[in-house]
């Protein structure tokens, strides 16, 4: 029903930028339904949990985790069933594989929350060295 496909993944020293890209697809976003979806990037570091990162609303709110607010922004374009992450300024810390999820039933206090999400892409690995 639903296919999330991430990409743009890759390995950067500190300071540098990424934008990762997920691409939705299957009969769930037929006839522009994809606008009705919330969509995040959660991420999972080595023997750590999947922690959020960010996530943007039906109507365009977007929501960070601390630890990446001023240096990263999610957007979406529903026209293409796409929501990105650029990723600025990165960390060493920021090393994990980056998912996407998609929920069309997520209310705004559980929007932080990997169980609210339904629908998982298969990562994509970011990798920054010191």
């Known amino acids: 029903q639903v296919q999330l496909v991430e990409s743009g993944g890759g390995f950067l020293q500190t300071g540098g930028s990424l934008r990762l890209s997920c691409a939705a697809s299957?009969?769930?976003?037929?006839?522009?339904?994809?606008?009705?979806?919330?969509m995040a990037w959660f991420r999972q570091a080595p023997g750590k949990e999947r922690d959020f990162v960010a996530a943007?609303?039906?109507?365009?709110?977007?929501y960070y985790a601390d630890s990446v607010k001023g240096r990263f922004t999610i957007s979406r374009e529903n026209a293409k069933n796409t929501v990105f992450l650029q990723m600025n300024d990165l960390r060493p810390e920021d090393t994990a594989v980056y998912f996407c999820?998609?929920?069309?039933?997520?209310?705004?206090?559980?929007?932080?929350?990997?169980?609210?999400?339904?629908?998982w892409g298969q990562g994509t690995q970011v990798t920054i060295a010191s």
């Open positions: 943007i609303g039906r109507t365009g709110s977007k």
């Open positions: 999820a998609a929920s069309a039933r997520v209310i705004l206090s559980s929007i932080r929350f990997s169980t609210a999400y339904p629908d």
């Open positions: 299957g009969p769930a976003f037929a006839n522009s339904a994809f606008s009705a979806y919330v």
